[in-house]
Every structure is written in structure tokens, then in C-alpha cells.
């Protein structure tokens, strides 16, 4: 509240006058009056003004009727409040209703009755009804005046309550027989301009004598009486006594010209001049009465007293709550201290009945902050959080400090408005979807979701990727995503042996200003398909002259041939190869393992079996459906091929074998550390002669040719020789040696091709030939066949070593 500012306006003034300008009181002018959306807020709930907030004037609504307005009510002012926002400023304003003459006095008899004994003695008063007057002050009745007469003159009283009435005085005794009706003119006068005036006819008939008039037993009598009391309730007594006997001491009581309020409110019993209450007593609206009572006799004589009723107050009205500004919607982010409203507490009891207090929830995030004038303001006392509470529903209690208290209950609404302080929130931070490979383009993937706490634009999310890289592609040439749904299609068809996972990083971004943003990720796994046919890495079918498979005659059954090796780029159970026998020059001689890929025979050679064996091997896959290849071995079935060296191992027996190998190691031994110093010693010569070309001016030979290691490239991936399935890591070399089966290295002949299953040191890494299984299943050893091939190969790798240092060493002296 700032200021208080009074002005005033006469009643009946038409609708549309200018009751005043504010402007020079506000000190602001037009433009800024309309732009802070002045407005006019009355207390009262009819809007007798308005405000014109271009030019400031404050103009009357309708015609404003001060007596129905207010009564007797003096003075008559209608509150209202000029409101401004940004800042908010309250100003007071109180605009009294000036009354105007425009009522006449009245009586409420035309004619006045009378009756005045002869023998009433001079200056006797007798008082007269007061004429009423619905306006105020010099507007009221200011004074009265009575027809000439020989008998009475007129005196002109003021009451407490500042009303003016007559009374007549006996001026001259009266005598019944010269003249027993006295007729008289009294005239009520106001003070207005023009003047008005009411008039009423006083007839007096005087009465026969009577000597004793009736005297109360005081002549004011002030009772209290508290408002809001039963009807019937005993306000007061009156009693008066007259010395005479028979008719003239019989006395009536009754009221004396008093105005017509009380004639409802109260009632009065004419033979025991009890007072009693018959109409509702309102201190709000009236607090004191003034009662005035008439004793007659039997004769005529009256006497006269007075009653003073104070209406005490009692609790009877609750608190008001009025609001006159709010904030509506109120952002989260408003600071603490923020006033969201501003309303007044009013009560029309007095005392301790009209004091209040007002309390709110203190649980809430506001406060009660007391202003002047009974005002409160609403205000934030600490941050508001309109994700977990949208709205608030405020009850202020209002409480008078009476007894008992009353108590009202406003309830003020206040929405939340929205701000932009949640980032979206993804449901989990890593997706797991699947694609199969070989899939169409623009197929759906899967879908991401995120949520955002926040209303209207600040939870509106749109979907979008994260720059990345597959390899030396964009991501997004990979996949896409609907910027409204979250959807994630693949934009071109997968390989899952190219590629096994993608990942991708997805954002959500809301709408709000300034925009918040989460990420989470998304790992696309490929599904494999039974796309690829198993791959046939031994025996190799795309050699122009295929090899073939040597078996001895004299093989028994059960001998290991040879074995398919095959392998499939795809993988779990699309890459399970299984082996089956689809066509054979002699079917029943030969069977091949379903899961190792082993082919051995089944009964043993006889010599009516054809020489030249062709045999045709399905690898077949457990996909759906599955996929096949097939691969063609040629077998020749030979005499003595491996008689001499079969006779050779037949002699010794386990032990035997194992000295053997201990001896013939021992002389690799030797003849290695010879050859290597015969090497060492022709280098040491080499550079010798060298240094001495150089002293004596000879120009240097060139450099000796260098050989590159030649090794064949195989496969990377193969199969393993116990399930047929060779893992992809592996590495295979093919170790050939020179010359033919009439060579002094003749017995190494069967181990071409030698396939390394690893590095060393690990298990299963060993060298299969034909010739070593059917050794050891000759010689009945107990051993595996996998122990005497790795024996064989120890001895064919230090031979093939020897031989290559002697053949360097050959070099060297050539060069030299």
C-alpha cells in the first residue's frame, strides 16, 4: 500500500461524470497508467466507479442514491483501491458521497392528537414528533416553527444524537369552556438550498381538570443490551405513579414519538410499561437506541421519560478475505521473497471480536508477510519445484481474536508454470538391439525412448545421431532414426562376417530454451545367416593336377587315409559341418568320419580291389537350410610302398624306438655343430680375403645372392583335426621335400603335404601322416598315431635344417 487519497462526489450526479483525475496524485502519467494495466478494485460488491486508465479520470458508473446507499450513515465513503502492476502499487482511495438536498421533512401523522387538562399549570412542554428527514446534516431538519397562537410557543431541542425536535410550552392556562380544541400548524424546516419543509396538524382538545399528574421514578433510564438477543427478551421497566384516585390515577404507557425503527425493533406493554425486544438487534448496523416513553392517567396528565438501549457487540461476523492482486501462473524459478498475492482481512465487529490474525499451511513453500491497513502479502520462502508439485491449493485461515473465535477459510489457487530444468532422460543407457544379416534396406531396428519431466515445449523431445564412424564410413550411412519416434532403421543390408556389432550413439533433445540433451547407446549385434557354403581346405580342388592318396594293399581295416578339412565363414551352429560319403569307386571299402572328416577304410585292401579309388565327400552345415560342398579324393592303392620301411619298424619295439630316435638325434647333433663351424670358419676366410682384395686395390666381388624364404600362402581359417573344423587363428604350412619315392629320403615321402596345426607348445599341434598311423597300427604300439608322427617329424625338420646349412655353406664357397 502506498498512499491514501480522498475525494468526494455529490449523490444523483449522472452516470459517466468525472468524479476526479488521480493522475497528479499518482504522480505518473497516461502512458504509463495504461501500461502497468491500472484497474480500479472496489471493496464493496457493486462497482459504483471505474477507472479510464488512458486518461486517468476516475468516472461514476450509475447514479449514485446516498440515503439508499448509506442511510443515516455519516459520512457515506466507498473504499476502493487503484492497482498497478510491475511493481505492483496499491493506492487507497476513498470518495465520499455528498448529500443533496433532495428529501423534505416528514411526519409521520399529518395530524398530531393531544389532550391538555385546563389546569395545567404555564410552561408545561409537551413534546412533539419529530419530523423525519432521509438526509443529513444542514440537509436534516434544522428546525421548527408553530402558527401563532395566543396559548403555546414552540422550543427547538437537540437530542444525543444530534436530531433536532420541538416541543410545545404552555404559555397561557388553557380554559376549557372559553375554548376546548386548540388547533395548531407545526413546520419542519431543513437547511438545504432550496430550503425544504414538512408540515403536520397539531389538534389539542383540553381536558377537564385533573389536578395530579403521573411522575416516574426517574426520568432516564440506560440499559445495555447485547446484540443478537432472542426476541422477547426484557430490555427494560418503566413506572410512573399518579397521587390521584379512580380513573385520573389509572396510567397507560406508550411510546412518544420515536422514530419507526424502534417501533420494529422494540415493544412496549401499556399497562406495566414493560420494554421487550421484537425485531433483530444489529450493532453493525445500529448501537444505540434512545426510547421515548409517555405516562397517562385516567384524566389525561402525562409525564414523560427516556430509555437509553446500548447494544453491546458480540462475535457474530467472521472474517473477510479479499484478494486484491495474485500471480497466476507462477514460474518455478520465481526467487525467494517473490510477493504471488496480496488480499485484506477485514471484520465489521469491534474490539478484540473485529482484531485477526491469518495463518497459511506452514508446511507449503509460502509465507505471511502483514502489511498496513490489514493487508497481507503471499510470498515464496523457498524454491518451487513444478515437477513435483503442478498447483497450489492455499486455504488462508482467518482468525478474529473474539470469544468464541470465528474463523473463514479462502482458498487461493496458484498454478506452476513450467521451466526448462530437466534434460530428458533415456529409459535405460544402453540398447540391445539385433539385425539379421542380409537384411532389406529401411528395415526397422528397434526404438529408443526417453522421457522428460517437464510440460508443453520443454518435454517435447526430438531424436537424433551422434556423429561416429564404422570403419572408414559415417555411421549415419548405416543406419538412421525418426527424429519424433525414436525409431532406428538400417539403411543398407548387413554382413555379419564384415561386420559383427554396431554401435551407435543416440541423443534426445527437448525443445525448451535454452535445450537440455541426454545421450545413451544403442549396440546393433548382426545376426549370422547360413549364407556362406562350407570351404574345402584339404585336399585342395582347384588344383590342375590333383594328388593323390597313397593306401598300402596290405592296409587293415580302420586305416586312416587322409582327411577332409572344411571350414565355414559363418559361425554357432550355421558353421556345425558334418561329413558323409556320397559317392565311392568301391563303396564298401572306405568310410568317412561324420564329425572329423576322417577317411579310413572299413575292411582291409584285398587285392581285387581296384588300384585307382575315387571317392566324393559331401560337407554339409547345420543351418536353415543348410548349405554343402563336396570334394573329390582320388586313392591309389599300391604294393610295397611301405614294405621296407614297415619291416624296419616291425623289429623294435617301443623301447627300441625310443633309443633309436635318441641315437639319431645325437648324430643330427653332431653333423649340425659340424656343418655350422665348417660355416662359421668359411665366413671368417670369406672376410679375410676380402680385407686383403681391399689392401691391394682389387676391386670387392659383389655381394653373394640373397634367397628369400619361399612359404605358400594357405587359408587363414581351417579345420581341427580331431572335429573337423579347423578355428580361424590357425595357421597351416606345407613343408615339401624334393625328389622322388627312389631318392635316399624316400621314407619322408609319405608326409607331403604336412600340415602345422599351431605354434608350438600348445596341445594338438602335431603332424599327421598316413604313413605314421599305419606304422603304429602295424607295430600294434600302444601309443597314438599323434606321438610317432611327431618322432617322424622331428627327424624330417632336422634333416631338411641339415641339409639347408650345407647347402648355404655350398654358396658361400662358390661366391668365394
Known amino acids: 500500500?502506498?498512499?491514501?487519497?480522498?475525494?468526494?462526489?455529490?449523490?444523483?450526479?449522472?452516470?459517466?461524470?468525472?468524479?476526479?483525475?488521480?493522475?497528479?496524485?499518482?504522480?505518473?502519467?497516461?502512458?504509463?497508467?495504461?501500461?502497468?494495466?491500472?484497474?480500479?478494485?472496489?471493496?464493496?460488491?457493486?462497482?459504483?466507479?471505474?477507472?479510464?486508465?488512458?486518461?486517468?479520470?476516475?468516472?461514476?458508473?450509475?447514479?449514485?442514491?446516498?440515503?439508499?446507499?448509506?442511510?443515516?450513515?455519516?459520512?457515506?465513503?466507498?473504499l476502493s483501491e487503484v492497482v498497478l502492476e510491475d511493481p505492483l502499487q496499491l493506492h487507497r482511495i476513498e470518495i465520499q458521497i455528498e448529500d443533496a438536498n433532495d428529501h423534505p421533512p416528514r411526519f409521520s401523522k399529518e395530524k398530531i392528537f393531544l389532550e391538555i387538562p385546563e389546569q395545567t399549570p404555564i410552561y408545561t412542554q409537551f413534546p412533539l414528533e419529530g419530523a423525519q428527514d432521509a438526509d443529513i446534516r444542514e440537509?436534516?431538519?434544522?428546525?421548527?416553527?408553530?402558527?401563532?397562537?395566543?396559548?403555546?410557543?414552540?422550543?427547538?431541542?437537540?437530542?444525543?444524537?444530534?436530531?433536532?425536535?420541538?416541543?410545545?410550552?404552555?404559555?397561557?392556562?388553557?380554559?376549557?369552556?372559553?375554548?376546548?380544541?386548540?388547533?395548531?400548524?407545526?413546520?419542519?424546516?431543513?437547511?438545504?438550498?432550496?430550503?425544504?419543509?414538512?408540515t403536520a396538524q397539531i389538534l389539542i382538545n383540553v381536558l377537564d381538570a385533573n389536578d395530579n399528574f403521573p411522575q416516574f421514578a426517574q426520568s432516564l433510564y440506560e440499559v445495555k443490551l447485547r446484540e443478537n438477543s432472542p426476541l422477547g427478551t426484557l430490555v427494560a421497566k418503566v413506572e410512573a405513579s399518579d397521587k390521584d384516585f379512580g380513573s385520573?390515577?389509572?396510567?397507560?404507557?406508550?411510546?412518544?414519538?420515536?422514530?419507526?425503527?424502534?417501533?420494529?425493533?422494540?415493544?412496549?406493554?401499556r399497562q406495566t410499561g414493560e420494554i421487550s425486544l421484537i425485531g433483530p438487534v444489529d450493532y453493525e448496523e445500529k448501537s444505540n437506541y434512545e426510547l421515548s416513553i409517555q405516562a397517562t392517567d385516567g384524566g389525561g396528565l402525562s409525564a414523560y421519560c427516556k430509555v437509553l438501549v446500548e447494544v453491546e457487540d458480540e462475535n457474530d461476523n467472521a472474517p473477510e478475505v479479499a484478494v486484491t492482486s495474485i500471480t497466476s501462473p507462477l514460474p518455478e524459478d520465481s526467487p525467494v521473497q517473490t510477493v504471488v498475492a496480496l488480499f485484506s482481512v477485514t471484520d465489521p465487529d469491534s474490539g478484540d471480536n473485529g482484531r485477526t490474525t491469518c495463518t497459511i499451511d506452514p508446511s507449503l513453500p509460502f509465507a505471511l508477510r502483514a502489511t498496513e491497513n490489514s493487508y497481507y502479502q503471499l510470498v515464496t520462502q523457498w524454491p518451487l519445484d513444478r515437477e513435483r508439485i503442478t498447483e497450489y491449493n492455499m486455504t488462508v485461515k482467518a482468525t478474529d481474536r473474539g470469544s468464541p473465535q470465528l474463523t473463514s477459510l479462502t482458498v487461493i489457487s496458484i498454478p506452476i508454470s513450467d521451466i526448462n530444468d530437466n534434460p530428458p532422460v533415456f529409459e535405460r543407457p544402453l540398447y540391445e538391439m539385433q539385425v539379421r544379416e542380409n537384411n532389406i534396406p529401411g528395415l526397422l531396428i528397434g526404438s529408443v525412448h526417453a522421457s522428460d519431466l517437464d510440460a508443453e515445449q520443454n518435454a517435447k523431445l526430438t531424436y537424433a545421431l551422434l556423429p561416429g564412424k564404422v570403419g572408414d564410413s559415417p555411421v549415419s550411412s548405416y543406419v538412421s532414426i525418426n527424429s519424433e519416434t525414436g525409431n532406428l532403421y538400417a539403411l543398407r543390408s548387413f554382413d555379419y562376417e564384415n561386420m559383427r556389432e554396431l554401435r551407435v550413439m543416440v541423443r534426445a533433445?527437448?525443445?525448451?530454451?535454452?535445450?537440455?540433451?541426454?545421450?545413451?547407446?544403442?549396440?546393433?549385434?548382426?545376426?549370422?545367416?547360413?549364407?556362406?557354403?562350407?570351404?574345402?581346405?584339404?585336399?585342395?580342388?582347384?588344383?590342375?593336377?590333383?594328388?593323390?592318396?597313397?593306401?598300402?594293399?596290405?592296409?587293415?581295416?580302420?586305416?586312416?587315409?587322409?582327411?577332409?578339412?572344411?571350414?565355414?565363414?559363418?559361425?554357432?551352429?550355421?558353421?556345425?559341418?558334418?561329413?558323409?560319403?556320397?559317392?565311392?569307386?568301391?563303396?564298401?571299402?572306405?568310410?568317412?568320419?561324420?564329425?572329423?572328416?576322417?577317411?579310413?577304410?572299413?575292411?582291409?585292401?584285398?587285392?581285387?580291389?581296384?588300384?585307382?579309388?575315387?571317392?566324393?565327400?559331401?560337407?554339409?552345415?547345420?543351418?536353415?537350410?543348410p548349405q554343402s560342398a563336396s570334394a573329390t579324393l582320388r586313392i591309389l592303392l599300391v604294393d610295397g610302398f611301405s614294405d621296407p620301411y614297415?619291416?624296419?619298424?616291425?623289429?623294435?619295439?617301443?623301447?627300441?624306438?625310443?633309443?633309436?630316435g635318441r641315437t639319431l638325434t645325437m648324430y643330427l647333433i653332431v653333423c649340425l655343430a659340424a656343418i655350422s663351424s665348417v660355416f662359421l670358419l668359411s665366413i671368417t676366410i670369406f672376410v679375410a680375403v676380402k680385407i686383403q682384395k681391399k689392401g691391394s686395390g682389387e676391386s670387392?666381388?659383389?655381394?653373394?645372392?640373397?634367397?628369400?624364404?619361399?612359404?605358400?600362402?594357405?587359408?587363414?581359417?581351417?579345420?581341427?583335426?580331431?572335429?573337423?573344423?579347423?578355428?580361424?587363428?590357425?595357421?597351416?604350412d606345407v613343408c615339401l621335400t624334393g625328389g622322388s619315392l627312389s631318392s635316399e629320403f624316400r621314407f619322408l615321402r609319405p608326409l607331403i603335404p604336412v600340415f602345422s596345426m599351431g605354434e608350438?607348445?600348445?596341445?594338438?599341434?602335431?603332424?599327421?601322416?598316413?604313413?605314421?598311423?599305419?606304422?603304429?597300427?602295424?607295430?600294434?604300439?600302444?601309443?597314438?598315431?599323434?606321438?610317432?608322427?611327431?618322432?617322424?617329424?622331428?627327424?624330417?625338420?632336422l634333416v631338411q635344417s641339415t641339409l639347408s646349412q650345407a647347402f648355404t655353406v655350398c654358396c658361400v664357397f662358390v661366391v668365394c
Not at 778 to 794: A, C, D, F, P, R
Request: net charge negative; with cysteine.
Open 700 to 732: 670387392p666381388l659383389a655381394a653373394p645372392p640373397q634367397f628369400p624364404p619361399a612359404r605358400p600362402e594357405f587359408p587363414e581359417n581351417g579345420s581341427d583335426s580331431q572335429s573337423g573344423f579347423l578355428p580361424r587363428t590357425y595357421h597351416y
Open 139 to 198: 440537509n436534516a431538519v434544522q428546525n421548527y416553527t408553530l402558527s401563532p397562537n395566543e396559548h403555546f410557543r414552540l422550543e427547538v431541542q437537540t437530542s444525543r444524537d444530534g436530531s433536532k425536535y420541538a416541543e410545545l410550552v404552555l404559555e397561557k392556562p388553557l380554559d376549557r369552556e372559553v375554548n376546548a380544541q386548540v388547533t395548531l400548524v407545526l413546520t419542519a424546516v431543513d437547511g438545504g438550498i432550496p430550503q425544504r419543509s414538512g
Open 1 to 78: 500500500m502506498c498512499e491514501s487519497f480522498l475525494y468526494s462526489v455529490p449523490e444523483e450526479k449522472k452516470s459517466g461524470s468525472v468524479v476526479v483525475n488521480v493522475l497528479q496524485d499518482l504522480r505518473v502519467e497516461g502512458r504509463e497508467l495504461s501500461a502497468r494495466r491500472a484497474r480500479l478494485a472496489s471493496k464493496s460488491a457493486k462497482q459504483y466507479f471505474r477507472l479510464d486508465p488512458h486518461s486517468g479520470n476516475i468516472l461514476l458508473q450509475e447514479r449514485i442514491d446516498r440515503e439508499a446507499l448509506c442511510g443515516q450513515k455519516d459520512p457515506c465513503v466507498l
Open 760 to 797: 608350438p607348445n600348445l596341445p594338438g599341434k602335431h603332424v599327421v601322416t598316413p604313413g605314421a598311423q599305419a606304422i603304429s597300427e602295424q607295430t600294434g604300439n600302444k601309443e597314438s598315431w599323434e606321438q610317432v608322427s611327431k618322432w617322424h617329424l622331428i627327424k624330417s625338420c
Open 509 to 625: 533433445l527437448d525443445k525448451g530454451s535454452p535445450p537440455l540433451s541426454s545421450q545413451a547407446t544403442v549396440r546393433v549385434h548382426v545376426v549370422d545367416e547360413n549364407d556362406h557354403a562350407p570351404f574345402i581346405l584339404h585336399p585342395l580342388q582347384n588344383s590342375s593336377s590333383p594328388s593323390s592318396d597313397l593306401v598300402p594293399r596290405g592296409a587293415e581295416a580302420g586305416y586312416l587315409v587322409t582327411k577332409v578339412v572344411a571350414t565355414d565363414h559363418d559361425s554357432g551352429q550355421n558353421s556345425w559341418l558334418s561329413y558323409q560319403l556320397l559317392k565311392a569307386t568301391e563303396p564298401g571299402l572306405f568310410v568317412v568320419g561324420a564329425q572329423n572328416g576322417e577317411v579310413r577304410t572299413t575292411r582291409p585292401v584285398q587285392a581285387r580291389d581296384s588300384s585307382k579309388q575315387t571317392l566324393v565327400v559331401a560337407v554339409r552345415d547345420s543351418g536353415h537350410p
Open 248 to 269: 385520573y390515577a389509572e396510567i397507560t404507557y406508550s411510546f412518544s414519538q420515536v422514530p419507526e425503527i424502534v417501533l420494529r425493533t422494540f415493544k412496549l406493554n
Open 646 to 660: 614297415m619291416k624296419m619298424v616291425d623289429v623294435p619295439r617301443h623301447e627300441e624306438a625310443e633309443e633309436e
